[in-house]
């Protein structure tokens, strides 16, 4: 079982930064791929940016804008968010999944964090 704890969410005007961070804890030996995925209110969870080792993939709104990095040594993974938007409000979720290739889809990852609440104003 792994668990994951995501963290640094708040409250932003647009063009400011966040950085999230995801900390995992328990059988994380063997190698997992780490992604975010985010939640509009009323709208469905989507795929935001995924990392094994240093390959990365971003959905494409947010290229250039978000970078995801993971500090092994802390076993945590982390969500550079620059120059935010209103569109960006959401709910954040950390996931990982033992196949590390990269998926887009919610259910191929076997564990989630609770979320964290990224709201930022226009």
């Known amino acids: 079982q792994v668990q994951l704890v995501e963290s640094g969410g708040g409250l932003v005007q647009a063009g400011g930064s966040l950085r999230l961070s995801c900390a995992a804890s328990g059988r994380t030996s063997g190698g997992y791929a780490m992604a975010w995925f985010r939640q509009a209110p009323g709208k469905e969870r989507l795929f935001v940016a995924h990392m094994y080792w240093s390959n990365t993939y971003y959905e494409d709104s947010v290229k250039g804008r978000f970078t995801i990095s993971r500090d092994n040594a802390k076993n945590t993974v982390y969500l550079q968010m620059n120059s935010l938007k209103p569109d960006d409000t959401a709910v954040y979720y950390c996931?990982?999944?033992?196949?590390?290739?990269?998926?887009?889809?919610?259910?191929?990852?076997?564990?989630w964090g609770q979320g964290t609440q990224v709201t930022v104003s226009s």
């Open positions: 996931a990982a999944r033992r196949p590390t290739a990269v998926s887009t889809a919610l259910d191929s990852y076997a564990y």
